[in-house]
């Protein structure tokens, strides 16, 4: 037959088109991140982050309900020193129970109970005073002294009521000694998230400085992984999945999506993608000047992460997608 083959019947209408979609991005697969800080009721725009905000536990609290009414029902939570003098050489404050990051948890937790999950970023990167994610010695990250701080610092979330730990420090053997030293305190039921693979990139710019977690000297190339692999990343992954691993992650999403795939067909975990920090700052940059449709051009990343095969996403966007029916 020479009939004319018509794809086009099934986008006549958008009810048509709705119909036929092949995915639906659901508000209850994003994970929201959240800054804090010490001053209760503080609320500070980030500025290479419009529209979102380093809080206060007061402030946080409200933006939580927030979330939560919107139907985003995870947060991820990165902490600080109490002042930026408290960073110290081996950033001890990081596993202070009385910390900004444990008050936090247990705020959260009184609340609003298990409709939240707390999701809490484990490193030593904001509360070193060289601002590297392990212990230095000789100008150098050393590697298994630096995962019982790592360790340390997850016990003392989970003792404050954390759902889930995420280290995102990539140091070799965290996921083991986080389990082990969870599991010896009872405290089976707290999960991991794995930042299992994550590149070293320069997507990271805008985050750093709302963390104030930048190096001091070098980079975090002998930590963070090198952009140009892909067989790498499957063997991070396999060894977080091997060590005890919840939940994967990959990040970057957007400059990763081939990584996100290859790991989802890889793996058979959970797998989170996390839309990073220089990835929202560049479209809000170019949104500001009108040269970009925020709304559309946002809506086209998230499903792009989507169909890479991400069941989670943890993007600064989520708020905005969902309140602005972006989806
Ligand atoms: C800390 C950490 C970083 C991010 C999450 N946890 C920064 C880094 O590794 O330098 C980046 C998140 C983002 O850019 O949105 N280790
Ligand atoms: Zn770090």
Known sequence: MNIIKRPRRNRRSKAIRDLNSELSISSKQFIIPHFLLAKKNAKEEIISMPGRYRLGIDKLLKEVDIDLKLGIKAILLFGQTKDAKDKSRDGRQAWDPNGTLQGAIRSLKANFGD????????????YTDHGHCGFIQNEKIVNDKSIEAIAKIALSHAEAGVDIVAPSDMLDGRVKKIRTTLDKEDLEDVGI?????????????????AADSSPVWGDRQTYQMDIRNTKEAIREAKIDEEEGADILMVKPALAFLDIIKAVSSESSLPLSAYNVSGEYASIKAAAERGWLNEALVVRENLYAIARAGANQIISYHARDAIEGRWL
């Not at 998230?193 to 750093?208: E, I, N």
């Open 115 to 126: 409709d939240v999950v707390v999701i809490t970023d484990v490193c030593l990167c904001a």
């Open 193 to 209: 998230m794995s930042y299992a693979v994550k590149y070293a990139s320069a997507y990271y710019g805008p985050f750093r400085e």
